[in-house]
């Protein structure tokens, strides 16, 4: 290889690393702010009927933001990226708003069907609750179904905002929500209860939202709706989709599984479940999400410049990079379980008990976070090479798992065995999406470069 492309190629894998370390920096702040949340609702509600209930009907909403609205920004950065590269502005604009316009009618369907499936939805996820907690459940839940279409649409313009290489921008938005809820937890908290936590939970999005708008028109996008019917970019996006959609359905679908069980298992059980997995998700956020966030831009200029060899090395490299950091981080940290729960959680309603149980559940999800982190690099890679298709084949597999085990492993471990379910499911979506990748290789790029030759679309 020539002296220069050995340099460019440095070069790329140095702009990926301080991207992903400005995410990851980023996301550990977000990710802090969220913690010293939990923090502050382990002191107010301890692990309890009232936060069960909030925790239930906080789930739903949760979920449909993960998978639709997330999902749209992954498919959409891509063909951002596309249209500025091989079109002109002009078109990433006009895609742009388009792409809101579809994401927005969808979360309104399906904000009008939650709303009115709410309690049987909720029966089913919160089966051993009392007839009065069940409706302080409803409530909750019915009044944090308005910020599904302000996610709708900071799902697109974070898309806008990553596709410019304004990856810190659009993480940072996420610290809203988080600092809001502590904000009003120790204004109000003892005097509104979990509604505190409902409606700091709205406001955050509300300013989410905001910013977003904001960072998006000053990059000269027009905030305003524009459907183009099913142009070629619209169908790209479509058919990139749904395959990712169905994949992160599969993911989030767990965690409804796992609460759902949890749910079954009596009052603080789905409690300490919340707790004992955010420290794994914090790490999981931190090593995998900041990278998979700084590589998908990256991947995706790859593929547009057909540059394959650069694809897969880079693909090696960053993995790499992240399982060094990650394995022994969470290995110490499954080591000190007990004394992290303590720290964290411990005081006011939340007693030795209840730390006993929340680090147990903890030793058993920080297993997934080597898995996790991977899992999130492997899905941006099948991604921008348009074969998402895999992810749902390997998700659905986990899933599978993820079910056989909420079902057999509580019997013998209690809430516990949900966290080793959700680790078993994590293992198996990685590894066979890995296989699938691997398989693949080297057929894989040649596939995909006959296709892009013979479309009207290089990504289609």
Same mark, same amino acid.
């Given at each position: ?45 301890g ?64 904000? +009008? &069907?939650? $709303? #009115? =499936? ?12 009392? %007839?009065?907690? /069940? ?28 596709a410019?290489?304004?990856?810190a921008l ?46 998006v028109r ?6 305003r ?35 759902? +069980? &949890?749910? $079954? #298992? =009596? ?12 420290? %794994?998700g914090? /790490? ?14 990256e ?25 060094a ?26 007693d ?6 929340v ?30 298709g ?71």
């Amino acid at each position: 290889m020539a002296l220069g492309g050995i340099a460019e190629r440095h070069s790329t894998h140095r702009r990926v690393f301080q991207n992903a370390a400005v995410v990851g920096v980023l996301t550990s702040l977000v990710k802090v702010a969220a913690a010293a949340k939990v923090i502050v609702t382990a002191r107010y509600f301890g692990a309890g009927d009232e936060l069960d209930a909030f925790l239930i009907a906080f789930l739903l909403p949760t979920f449909v933001v993960e998978t639709v609205a997330a999902t749209f920004t992954v498919s959409l950065v891509p063909r951002l990226i596309h249209a500025r590269t091989h079109e002109s502005a002009a078109a990433a604009i006009e895609l742009a708003q388009a792409g809101l316009a579809l994401v927005l009618a969808v979360m309104a369907v399906l904000t +009008v &069907a939650l $709303a #009115l =499936g709410a309690r049987p939805l909720l029966l089913m996820m919160g089966s051993s609750f009392s %007839g009065p907690k /069940l409706d302080l459940t409803v409530a909750l839940f019915l009044s944090m179904l308005v910020w599904l279409p302000m996610a709708a649409c900071s799902a697109t313009w974070r898309a806008v905002l990553n596709a410019h290489g304004l990856v810190a921008l659009s993480t940072a938005v996420f610290m809203a929500p988080p600092a809001i809820t502590m904000l009003l937890l120790m204004v109000g908290g003892t005097q509104w209860g979990v509604w505190a936590l409902a409606w700091s939970n709205t406001a955050g999005v509300a300013l989410e939202f905001a910013v977003l708008a904001v960072a998006v028109r000053r990059l000269g996008y027009p905030l305003r709706l524009r459907w183009t019917c099913w142009t070629p970019e619209i169908r790209a996006i479509r058919d990139q989709y749904w395959p990712i959609l169905a994949g992160t359905s599969i993911t989030a679908g767990c965690g409804l599984v796992d609460q759902a +069980v &949890a749910g $079954a #298992l =009596g009052s603080g059980s789905v409690s300490a479940l919340s707790y004992g997995v955010k420290v %794994g998700g914090v /790490l999981v956020a931190v090593g995998g999400t900041g990278m998979a966030t700084a590589v998908l831009p990256e991947f995706s200029r790859l593929v547009s410049e057909n540059r394959w060899d650069a694809l897969r090395h880079a693909m090696r490299v960053h993995t790499g990079a992240a399982m060094a950091v990650m394995v022994p981080v969470t290995a110490l940290v499954m080591w000190s379980s007990t004394a992290v729960v303590r720290l964290l959680y411990q005081g006011g309603q939340f007693d030795e008990a209840a730390t006993i149980l929340v680090a147990e559940v903890q030793r058993y999800s920080l297993m997934v976070v080597p898995f996790g982190v991977v899992l999130l690099i492997a899905q941006r890679l099948a991604t921008a090479v348009g074969l998402s298709g895999m992810i749902l084949r390997a998700g659905f597999l986990g899933m599978l798992v993820n079910i056989a085990g909420d079902l057999l492993l509580p019997r013998w471990m209690g809430v516990a065995g949900i966290a080793l379910a959700s680790t078993l499911a994590h293992v198996v979506f990685t590894s066979v999406l890995l296989i699938l990748l691997y398989r693949k290789e080297p057929r894989l790029f040649r596939s995909v470069t006959r296709k892009h030759a013979c479309a009207a679309q290089p990504l289609g």
